[in-house]
């Protein structure tokens, strides 16, 4: 991998951490003024609250970046270029068949040493956007029903709607930003079709694969 290639990792790898993490606190600090703050108050100073802000952005979105669920989702899982290269290895040997954690790890060797540059700028993008877009769209998700309980709890005490105006507009901005994600979801689509654009790769390119997997085989025999 050359040094533009792992600026650009460093770079989308850096968006997937920050840019969750922004919208969660942003959502946060809506919620907190909307609701928290009308029955709670924190006399901090505005440099604090700064601070704190900027805190919530680092640590959630290292968080959501380390539980790693979006690559639990079936946008995700299926159809792998590590998957095929699993099931094309059978073709060149019936006794050295990789196991998954051996065919992701040829397919990341693959990808860094022989497939374009402009290939890693799409895998680099559309797995980017493919992240952030799921985080949005569960992070919405939990505010909106948050905020529908809140609602719920105040009406339910006597609280005029009137008296609930900045939540109801909280409410209703989480609500309308999670159906728009869930509509107009590309994010999807464009993680199956970058995983087809490797694979045809893969296919255009079966000499190449061969003797990487013969190398491989015979490097594994090696530290035996």
């Known amino acids: 991998m050359n040094n533009t290639q792992t600026s650009s990792f460093g770079l989308y790898e850096a968006t997937r951490i920050l840019v969750p993490g922004f919208y969660f606190a942003s959502l946060s600090a809506m919620f907190f003024y909307s609701f928290v703050s009308r029955s709670i108050s924190f006399p901090l100073e505005h440099g604090y609250w700064t601070v704190l802000f900027l805190f919530l952005v680092l640590v959630s ?3 959501m970046y ?15 270029p590590s998957a095929f290269l699993q099931d094309i290895v059978r073709h060149y040997s019936a ?3 990789l196991n998954e ?3 992701r790890q040829l397919y990341f060797y693959i990808l860094n040493n022989f497939i ?3 290939f890693h700028e799409k895998v680099f993008f559309f797995g980017t956007v493919y992240h952030i877009m799921n985080q ?3 992070t919405s998700f939990w505010f909106a029903i948050l905020s529908i309980i809140c609602l719920a709890v105040q009406i339910a005490l006597g609280i005029a709607l009137v008296d609930q105006q900045g939540l109801i507009f909280f409410c209703l901005l989480v609500c309308l930003i999670y159906l ?8 999807d689509r464009k993680m199956q079709e970058n995983y087809q654009d490797q694979i045809f790769w893969l296919q255009m390119n079966g000499d190449i694969v061969k003797d990487l997997f013969q190398k491989y085989s015979l490097s594994k025999k090696g530290t035996l």
Not at 68 to 77: G, N
């Open 101 to 103: 954690a051996e065919a």
């Open 61 to 63: 979105g290292l968080t």
């Open 95 to 97: 006794t050295n068949i």
């Open 66 to 80: 380390a539980k790693e669920t979006t690559k639990r989702r079936r946008a995700f899982v299926e159809n792998q």
């Open 116 to 118: 374009p540059p402009p």
């Open 136 to 138: 949005m769209r569960r």
């Open 180 to 187: 728009l994600n869930v509509k107009y979801n590309k994010a």
